[in-house]
Structure formats: C-alpha cells, structure tokens
Nanobody, 117 residues
C-alpha cells in the first residue's frame, strides 16, 4: 500500500522557519522526482520545489534563496524535506508532497502552513 505521510506544517511568524517532511513508502515503480506544490485559498496549485532522482533541484522564483529541498533514500522509504526560511505571509497555503513515477503521480494529504503575526 502506497503511503505519503507529511508533517511539519503549522503557524509561524513572518521571518520564521518551518521544515516539512514527506515519507513515501510502498511505491513499486521507480521514482523520477519528488517535490512540493502549494495551494492558497482561491488559487491554483503551484509548484514550489522539486528534486529529481539525479538530485537536481528546481524552485519557483518566489521561493528561491529561501527554501531548500533535500531527499533521503533507503530501500523501503524515500523522504523529501522542504526547509523554509524567511517565511512571508504570501507563503501561506496548503503544501502537498508529490511523487512522480513513469506510471503516475502520487499526492500527499496536504499540510497547512500559515505565516502570520
């Protein structure tokens, strides 16, 4: 059974930091990439950051220099992290982990990040 378990969201003041994690297990296909999207109320879901199987990473322009995506791998589980620094109110959204395989995309359940004073 495929599981994507997200954690690390919450409420933080502007300028603060959060670290999201997403542990993926049970995926029998090769993983091409893992990453994060986010969706603010009334807006579309947008890519935040992605890291490929070759450890190449890419970021949305709005988060470059503030967010860092990393990945850890073992035989049974792949975990992707998103370190978010210098958070801004406009970073407020539900953050979704995703896993890209040659066959399909898997999505996490989403974790709320709220940046507010």
């Amino acid at each position: 059974q495929v599981q994507l378990v997200e954690s690390g969201g919450g409420l933080v003041q502007p300028g603060g930091s959060l670290r999201l994690s997403c542990a993926a297990s049970g995926i029998i296909f090769s993983i091409n990439a893992m990453g994060w999207y986010r969706q603010a109320p009334g807006k579309q879901r947008d890519l935040v950051a992605v890291i490929t199987s070759g450890d190449s990473s890419n970021y949305a322009d709005s988060v470059k220099g503030r967010f860092t995506i990393t990945i850890s791998r073992d035989n049974a589980k792949n975990t992707v992290y998103l370190q978010m620094n210098s958070l801004k109110p406009e970073d407020t959204a539900v953050y979704y982990c995703y896993v890209l395989t040659p066959v399909r995309v898997y999505w996490g359940q989403g974790t709320q990040v709220t940046v507010s004073s």
